[in-house]
């Protein structure tokens, strides 16, 4: 068994879930005396993460490439110390990662997932991705639903089908209409059996 922490990686649309199921995962994983902790992107406590948060929130324009590339910039910011605490025997729950800045942004006019791809091309590779699914008009009922810039249906419709071009037989789908509960003792157990078979050595992103 590794000695390392394992990366685990939760994605999907808009409010399906994924913020909650991510501290009540950390959470569980610490009730059984496994080290955990949670990683949010984008890290709106950085310089960079601060000048994305405005832009989310319609505060500030900026380019579709140019706040890409400042999304990628603030996982790259956070690397290092990801990469310590794994050594350390450290699990990280990530809200959020490359793929939803791929699937996100390939959904705008013009941008390719090749290009959207290329600046997180070496980033941490996850060891266990879940990805939370529901129809976009079931999501639109939920509370809070538009607060933000790309919760609208039409736009998450196209986000979805990008997130299919990225997901791989690795990935494992979740249904995020089931209750909270069920939700969280799937990935609890998924994790744990992960867990048993981590390799040694983490593996880079998008370069094999």
Same mark, same amino acid.
């Given at each position: 068994?590794?000695?390392?922490?394992?990366?685990?990686?939760?994605?999907?649309?808009?409010?399906?879930?994924?913020?909650?199921?991510?501290?009540?995962?950390?959470?569980?994983?610490?009730?059984?005396?496994?080290?955990?902790?949670?990683?949010?992107?984008?890290?709106?406590?950085?310089?960079?993460?601060?000048?994305?948060?405005?832009?989310?929130?319609?505060?500030?324009?900026?380019?579709?490439?140019?706040?890409?590339?400042?999304?990628?910039?603030?996982?790259?910011?956070?690397?290092?110390?990801?990469?310590?605490?794994?050594?350390?025997?450290?699990?990280?729950?990530?809200?959020?990662?490359?793929?939803?800045?791929?699937?996100?942004?390939?959904?705008?006019?013009?941008?390719?997932?090749? +290009?959207?791809?290329?600046?997180?091309?070496?980033? @941490?590779?996850?060891? !266990?991705?879940?990805?939370?699914? &529901?129809? =976009? /008009?079931?999501?639109?009922?939920?509370?809070?639903?538009?607060?933000?810039?790309?919760?609208?249906?039409?736009?998450?419709?196209?986000?979805?089908?990008?997130?299919?071009?990225?997901?791989?037989?690795?990935?494992?789908?979740?249904?995020?209409? +089931?209750?909270?509960?069920?939700?969280?003792?799937? @990935?609890?157990?998924? !994790?744990?059996?992960?867990?048993? &078979?981590? =390799? /040694?050595?983490?593996?880079?992103?998008?370069?094999?």
């Amino acid at each position: 068994m590794a000695t390392r922490g394992a990366l685990i990686v939760l994605e999907g649309l808009d409010r399906t879930g994924k913020s909650t199921q991510a501290r009540t995962l950390v959470k569980n994983l610490n009730s059984k005396g496994i080290l955990a902790e949670l990683q949010i992107f984008p890290d709106r406590t950085t310089q960079i993460g601060k000048v994305i948060s405005e832009y989310l929130s319609h505060a500030r324009d900026l380019d579709d490439r140019a706040i890409h590339l400042l999304f990628s910039a603030n996982r790259w910011e956070k690397k290092n110390a990801m990469v310590s605490k794994l050594e350390k025997g450290i699990s990280l729950v990530v809200d959020r990662y490359a793929f939803s800045g791929v699937a996100f942004s390939s959904a705008k006019p013009g941008l390719s997932q090749e +290009w959207c791809r290329q600046p997180d091309v070496g980033l @941490l590779k996850p060891d !266990v991705v879940f990805f939370l699914t &529901a129809d =976009p /008009e079931t999501l639109k009922q939920r509370g809070g639903y538009g607060e933000e810039r790309y919760e609208n249906v039409e736009f998450q419709k196209r986000v979805a089908a990008e997130y299919s071009e990225l997901e791989d037989p690795s990935w494992i789908r979740v249904d995020a209409t +089931w209750s909270a509960e069920r939700i969280a003792e799937h @990935l609890l157990t998924t !994790v744990e059996n992960t867990m048993r &078979a981590l =390799p /040694e050595k983490m593996r880079e992103l998008w370069v094999d």
